[in-house]
């Protein structure tokens, strides 16, 4: 069925520029044939792998020619596995027993990628190895996997959603993305607000677009429009401080000595998150309280001025800390992580409080300290009794667990502060996998049900005395956190390249606005209409 | 006759993808046979960059290096340029 011009398709846009270009379809792989056996004889199919595996190599000298530098001693280090003799040897004798090529070396693969499985200094490797594999059986298959995309023109991508190795090939003909699934924190999104290039993600309208149409890619209108020119793209707000403070301090979230410098130099107001498992994830061997410590003091040193909210470890079996034995789970965002580890690992715990406490006096810096994965009351009080014992910290705890949410009340008296990752109270509240490409739209910010979970722990928080904060990724967009200003949240805490812009849009209106713009918001029972609330309530500032 | 030697992994990611590299190179450019392992009984060969990396070496580990050759002083060369490669 052929679009009219003028249809508007609706999606979640990344990015606050526009772009008008033709549209270059990407069809999904055919899928890899299932791994069989053949009566070609090894002779035959080590002949055919050979052919292959010397076809892929050539593409990756190409891909390390354009490369060059650094990402040319990749390509070489990727062609090393690749032809690497023992592989070939594994893959042999799968084909002396019958199989097919491409079903002895994906086997051969499997084989090694095993042996190096469950050491952290092998992911990537095992990855590379996978996706090598996959470029083998492809070629064999006579799959095409490279997108061929030309080098010039103004191209408009339209596909199910991109893989790295797909990103990696775009031209700088690519004027704009469109994808029909895939949500605003999947990899296509990332790197397109990082290039700079114009998105539209999870517009499932989009698979009825053609090669060749012309459309208008408007991310700040969360749409595509076919046919459409520059004139129709939605304008993104400009902020105009008119106070001199945010109506509430904007922190800085962290997670490096580098991220607390960068945060030190825009207008931070102190940091909002440390998180502080980035220290421990290529640690072997757990470090001790004295080399903690350093590490800690360096980073307190460095940081913003005003108060320092520091995350306890928030680590799980998906982002496993090598000296934490954590083993295998089904599910590990539903498993032992964050606060939960202290059943097995309290020494731990005790450790990372105990070096925090020496950062603290050493520093002299406002430090406070709060638990990941609380679920209960008991939960809340058992970490803040803890942490008081230890240090001078503000105890407080994360919100990130619906039934947490719904007990924000009874944490008067047994917190001094909460503070609620939104990223992860959208997976639960929603039931939605965040890696999930095709659940991206219940991930937005903008759900009602999410909104209106915000605001009844934001009353919480007035009616008990407890400041709640919010330092998910919805802090950083500048229109957002002046709902959950006016939803009553205290403070918000963005990455060191938002601070700014969501700093200058907390100076561009009063509280009152803010609240009354929150209200109208709050009335919105689709995602879209809560958007169209806030833009609409913003521009009659 | 073979010369062996051993070394040491100083690398402070033990031996990961990229000496694991550079070691095949050499062997491969130089042709040479080259066996590498923990002890005498479980050498894999040099020429595979993912059988030295399944030997999971930490740092600190040492490691017994095998060369079939006649010529001592090109054995210790040998082993030698391997040494360099785990200093990381």
């Known amino acids: 069925m052929a679009l009219s011009s003028g249809a508007a398709l609706k999606g979640l846009g990344v990015g606050l520029n ?68 023992e592989l070939f040897e594994v893959a042999s004798a799968h084909m002396d027993d019958g199989w097919s090529a491409a079903a002895a070396y994906g086997m051969a693969v499997d084989e ?39 080098e010039s023109g103004n191209l408009v991508l339209v596909g199910e959603d991109f893989s790295p190795a797909d990103t990696a090939q775009f031209t700088p003909a690519v004027i704009g993305v469109v994808t029909t699934k895939g949500g605003p924190t999947s990899h296509t999104s990332i790197i397109c607000r990082s290039r700079g290039i114009p998105a539209v993600v999870s517009c499932g309208d989009a698979a009825q677009l053609e ?19 520059a004139s129709l793209a939605t304008q993104s707000i400009t902020f105009v401080a008119i106070n001199d403070e945010p109506i509430i301090p904007v922190r800085s979230n962290i997670g490096t000595k580098a991220d607390a410098e960068a945060a030190a130099k825009t207008g931070a107001d102190g940091v909002g998150l440390f998180r502080t498992e980035l220290l421990y994830l290529s640690e072997k061997t757990q470090p001790s309280v004295e080399q903690q410590t350093a590490a800690y003091s ?57 070096s925090l406490e020496a950062a603290r006096q050493a520093t002299g810096r406002e430090v406070w300290v709060m638990a990941p994965m609380i679920a209960t009351v008991q939960e809340a009080a058992d970490f803040c009794n803890l942490a008081r014992s230890i240090g001078s910290f503000k105890v407080g705890i994360m919100i990130e667990t619906p039934s947490i949410a719904v007990l924000a009340n009874d944490l ?30 219940l991930l937005t910010p903008w759900q009602p049900g999410l909104i209106r979970t915000l605001a009844r722990i934001a009353d919480a928080g007035n009616a008990t005395g407890i400041s709640v904060g919010v330092c998910g990724e919805s802090a950083s967009d500048p229109t957002f956190a002046v709902v959950l200003a006016g939803l009553g949240i205290t403070s918000v805490s963005a990455s060191p390249s938002q601070v700014d812009v969501v700093k200058t849009a907390l100076s561009s209106v009063d509280l009152a606005k803010a609240k009354e713009i929150a209200n109208s918001v709050l009335a919105a029972t689709s995602p879209e209409a809560a958007k169209a609330a806030a833009l609409d309530g913003l521009a009659s500032a | 006759m073979a010369y062996q030697a051993e070394v040491v992994v100083l690398d402070p990611i033990g031996l990961h993808a990229r000496p ?39 740092t ?8 079939e050759t006649d010529d001592d002083s090109l054995g210790k060369s040998i082993v030698d340029q391997i040494q360099e490669f785990l200093k990381g």
Do not use: C
């Open chain 1, 18 to 85: 526009s772009s008008v270009g033709q549209v270059w379809k990407v069809k999904p792989h055919a899928a890899l044939p299932a791994r069989a056996k053949t009566a070609n004889g090894a002779e035959v199919e080590a002949q055919s792998l050979k052919a292959s595996i010397s076809a892929v190599a050539r593409d990756l000298d190409q891909l390390g020619e354009k490369a060059g530098g650094t990402s040319a001693e990749i390509f070489e280090a990727l062609k090393f596995l690749l032809e690497d003799d």
């Open chain 1, 112 to 150: 090694f990628g095993e042996l190096l499985g469950g050491d952290p200094t092998f992911v990537e490797r095992v990855a590379d190895l996978q996706d090598l594999s996959k470029r083998v059986q492809a070629h064999l298959a006579g799959i095409e996997l490279s997108l061929n995309l030309p």
């Open chain 1, 211 to 229: 090669t060749g149409d012309s459309v208008l890619v408007d991310p700040v209108g969360d749409r595509v429009v076919v046919g459409g020119d």
């Open chain 1, 298 to 354: 360096e980073i307190l040193a460095a940081a913003p001025s005003g108060p320092i909210v520091v995350r306890t470890i928030d680590a799980g079996s998906d982002k496993p800390v090598p000296f934490l034995d954590m083993g295998h789970e089904e599910n590990p965002s539903l498993g032992v992580r964050g606060y939960r580890l202290i059943v097995e690992h309290r020494a731990f715990i005790e450790d990372q409080l105990k």
């Open chain 1, 412 to 441: 008067a008296g047994v917190v001094d502060f909460v503070s609620i990752g939104t990223n992860d109270l959208s997976q639960y509240l929603f039931a939605a996998d965040r890696m999930n490409p095709a659940l991206g739209t």
């Open chain 2, 20 to 58: 694991a590299g550079q070691i095949v190179k050499f062997v491969k450019e130089g042709a040479h046979d080259v066996k590498i392992g923990p002890n005498a009984d479980e050498l894999v060969a040099g020429n595979s960059a993912l059988r030295l990396m399944a030997m999971r070496a930490t």
């Open chain 2, 60 to 67: 600190g580990s040492t490691l017994l290096v095998v060369v």
